[in-house]
């Protein structure tokens, strides 16, 4: 079978609400229709950071900041028309801007905030589950994560 690599990158957004909750940005892809976080490939030339703004803006309408890397890239291996996928995602940790998570490419058929314990029960795949739980940990050990840089 042949395989390829391919080199995604994405983020974790989230803001906190008046009450101090924190919310993270979900999507449902719209060819699988479960619920993922926002990520795509990075172009020729483009370094990880900026993929992953790029990727969380056209796939959840959300401008933000990037506060952190999360560690260690997700790794999995899908087929896809015969072909053995090698895929590795870096996420990273961010801050929201501005934007409208309604505004979002074809990609995605719904982006929703959502509590960030609900996004972990919501999430289809136990990688994405384990990149917010790891955002979630950093959060709490930052006093006000809306400074961070």
Known sequence: MKSRDEVSAGGVVYRRTPTGEIEVLICKAASYHRWVLPKGLVNKGEDLPAAALRETEEEAGAKARIVAALEEPERYIYVAKGVRVFKSVTYFLMAYE???????????????????????????YDGAKKIVRRAKAMLETLADPSEAE
Do not use: C, K, R
Not at 103 to 117: G, N, Q, R
């Open 98 to 124: 501005s934007g409208d998570e309604h505004v979002h490419d074809h990609e995605m058929e719904a982006v929703h905030w959502t509590p960030i314990d609900e996004a972990i029960d919501l999430l289809a």
